[in-house]
Each structure stands twice: as structure tokens, then as C-alpha cells.
């Protein structure tokens, strides 16, 4: 059962447009959605993270919009450089239980110059 | 760069060998998670061990076990291996345990498992 899913699996943004990547949820129990970035060869690195009292939450380019009724959100990088080509995975956590990531399947964003 | 270091990096390993996978928490963190990244897909879950002990786990058979030390660091054993365990097995760091509400979790840089 795919809990969170991701679009789209790809992305081709050229440098200084926007990339935009949504995520679904079917879990209402979930209570926190971070966002990660992740290299080839690297772990996944937190971006930035909402929750869900919050419409929508700005780190520098980076901004998360959150729609709780449609148990959807999105990730939306200004600017594209390409120094943001990396696979982006949208996730979900539930507080009350153990530390576990449901992670999205992935959008492989490149940025060309 | 996160805290969290896991080793090896690297490993090629025959089908139905067993493999031990190994990870140091980040400084001030007492729970550690594994996670199974198969190429093109994203981390799934294994198990999380809080003090010692397993207390969540994922979609994943018995021959996939773990261990947590005093100082927190862990060990993946997987026996019996399969050409589906070939992936990258990720750790991640956090705080609190279970019911600690959403700590964040630092991963680690991962070990690429080749079962050939």
C-alpha cells in the first residue's frame, strides 16, 4: 500500500524557473510532512518540514504549501539552479507512535543551464 | 553533513550469505531506524531500535534483525541473503523513542548492498 504518493516522477526545469513536485496522503493520522534531498551516493537530507495547522511554510527558495482537506501538498523551488538536480523525496510522520518515515517515491529533478 | 556514519560503504555478497550492516548515531541521540532504498524507489522502512530494544518494525521477514549498544550504535544482520536485498540500507538517527512526537531523523550516507 503506497501511503504517499508522489509526482512526478521526473522533472526537467531550466535555470531560474520554478520546479514544482506534489504529494498525496491517505493516512490522516500523519502530523508532520519534511521534505528530503537527496544525491547519488548520499543519505537523504532534511529540506524543510510542515504541519498540517500550517498552510504553507518558506525556506529561502524552498516553499511548502499544505492542503489538508485534499490530504495533498507541494514543493515548489524558486529559482532553479543547477546545483538543485538531486531526487526529492516527499515524506510523512505520525507523533504519538515510533520514529518512522513513509516515504513518497521519489522525483528526480534535473535543472539545466 | 550529518552525525550519523555508517559502514561500510560498499559490499558485494553471495546469495544466502549473511551480511551485518553497522551505524553510529549522531551525539545525544538514542534511537536509530533502517531503512531499505531499492534503486529508484524510496527508503522503506525496516525496524527501530530505542533503548536496546526493537520497538517498531516494518514489512520485513525475521531473517532481517537488528541490534542497538549502550552507546547507541547499531547493526543491520540480514541472513540468508536474496538478489532482492540488493539496495542501499540507510540508518537514521533521532531522539525520543517511541511516542516522542515528530524529532527529526538524520540519515547517514547509507551502505550499497550487492548480493550477486
Known amino acids: 500500500q503506497q501511503q504517499v504518493k508522489q509526482s512526478p516522477q521526473s522533472l526537467i526545469v531550466q535555470k531560474g524557473g520554478i520546479s514544482i513536485i506534489n504529494c498525496a496522503y491517505e493516512?490522516?493520522?500523519?502530523?508532520?510532512f519534511p521534505w528530503y534531498q537527496q544525491f547519488p551516493g548520499k543519505g537523504p537530507a532534511l529540506l524543510i518540514a510542515?504541519?498540517?495547522?500550517?498552510s504553507e511554510k518558506k525556506e529561502g527558495r524552498f516553499t511548502i504549501s499544505f492542503n489538508k482537506s485534499a490530504k495533498q501538498f507541494s514543493l515548489h523551488i524558486m529559482d532553479s539552479q543547477p546545483g538543485d538536480s538531486a531526487t526529492y523525496f516527499c515524506?510523512?510522520?505520525?507523533?504519538?507512535?515510533?520514529?518512522?518515515?513513509?516515504f513518497g517515491t521519489g522525483t528526480k529533478l534535473q535543472v539545466i543551464p | 553533513e550529518t552525525g550519523v556514519t555508517q559502514s561500510p560503504t560498499h559490499l558485494i555478497k553471495t546469495r544466502g550469505q549473511q551480511v551485518t550492516l553497522r551505524c553510529s548515531s549522531q551525539?545525544?541521540?538514542?534511537?536509530v531506524s533502517w531503512y531499505q532504498q531499492a534503486l529508484g524507489q524510496g527508503p522503506q522502512f525496516i525496524f527501530q531500535?530505542?533503548?536496546?530494544?526493537?520497538?517498531g518494525r516494518g514489512n520485513f521477514p525475521p531473517r532481517f534483525s537488528g541490534l542497538q549498544f549502550p552507546n547507541y550504535s547499531s547493526e543491520l544482520n540480514v541472513n540468508a541473503l536474496e538478489l532482492d536485498d540488493s539496495a542501499l540500507y540507510l540508518c537514521?538517527?533521532?531522539?525520543?523513542?517511541?511516542?516522542?512526537?515528530?524529532?527529526?531523523?538524520?540519515f547517514g550516507q547509507g551502505t550499497r548492498l550487492t548480493v550477486v
Open positions: 537514521a538517527s533521532s531522539w525520543g523513542g517511541y511516542g516522542a512526537g515528530n524529532t527529526e531523523a538524520f
Open positions: 493516512n490522516t493520522a500523519f502530523d508532520y
Open positions: 510542515i504541519r498540517p495547522d500550517v
Open positions: 515524506a510523512a510522520k505520525r507523533s504519538g507512535g515510533y520514529q518512522k518515515v513513509t
Open positions: 551525539s545525544g541521540h538514542n534511537t
Open positions: 531500535y530505542y533503548r536496546e530494544e526493537e520497538n
